[in-house]
Antibody, heavy 120, light 110 residues
Framework: QLQLQESGPGLVKPSETLSLTCTVSGGSISSSTYFWGWIRQPPGKGLEWVGIASYSGTPYYNPSLKRRVTISVDTSKIQCSLKLTSVTAADTAIYYC????????????WGQGTLVTVSS | QSALTQPASVSGSPGQSLTISCTGTSSDVGTYNLVSWYQQHPGKAPKVMIYEGSKRPSGVSNRFSGSKSGNTASLTISGLQAEDEADYYCCSYAGSSIWVFGTGTKVTVL
């Protein structure tokens, strides 16, 4: 059974860089059929698509975050990472890692999510 | 890219059917049959219920069904059960390798 686990600092200072890692177990991260993505959810609010990346191709980002976000896949570590620069309080959210099926266009496996708070 | 529009809340009694709408534009829902629906219980990660507009992943109850008309996609829950009480989000492909979520709907079972 595929499992995804997010990890990283729970507290980030304003203007700094948010860095999270998603470790994948129970399956391959190198399949061309799947992308690996991040979705975030501010406390008490809705879901926001952040972006997706595959191990071999171009990443795709939410246009509203594109200047600040980088998503990458490390096949040697079986991890997907998220970096978001110049964070503000508006970036406070639960960040979910998820696998995206390129064949059927949906997120089929999700991590449990990790809360990141932006505060000084 | 703006979020797809969903009603903030809908409610129904056990056994009844209810429908959640997801309104987009001709640039997303109206053009692509790539709408997925996610169920999220409090404190939990979302779970896919419908993909490609009307297809159910293995293990999802056939009480859940999806459809589309014009720029609006819909999720129908029939035979409403207490366990269906959750937040529901639609998600659509919006072209140019971008996806957008809906605003979310809280379903209450009375």
């Amino acid at each position: 059974q595929l499992q995804l686990q997010e990890s990283g600092p729970g507290l980030v200072k304003p203007s700094e860089t948010l860095s999270l890692t998603c470790t994948v177990s129970g399956g391959s991260i190198s399949s061309s059929t799947y992308f690996w993505g991040w979705i975030r959810q501010p406390p008490g609010k809705g879901l926001e698509w952040v972006g997706i990346a595959s191990y071999s191709g171009t990443p795709y980002y939410n246009p509203s975050l594109k200047r600040r976000v980088t998503i990458s896949v490390d096949t040697s570590k079986i991890q997907c990472s998220l970096k978001l620069t110049s964070v503000t309080a508006a970036d406070t959210a639960i960040y979910y890692c998820a696998r995206f099926s390129d064949d059927s266009d949906y997120f089929d496996y999700w991590g449990q999510g990790t809360l990141v708070t932006v505060s000084s | 890219q703006s979020a797809l529009t969903q009603p903030a809340s809908v409610s129904g009694s056990p056994g009844q059917s209810l429908t959640i709408s997801c309104t987009g534009t001709s640039s997303d829902v109206g053009t692509y049959n790539l709408v997925s629906w996610y169920q999220q219980h409090p404190g939990k990660a979302p779970k896919v219920m419908i993909y490609e507009g009307s297809k159910r992943p293995s293990g999802v109850s056939n009480r859940f069904s999806g459809s589309k008309s014009g720029n609006t996609a819909s999720l129908t829950i029939s035979g409403l059960q207490a366990e269906d009480e959750a937040d529901y989000y639609c998600c659509s492909y919006a072209g140019s390798s971008i996806w957008v979520f809906g605003t979310g709907t809280k379903v209450t079972v009375l």
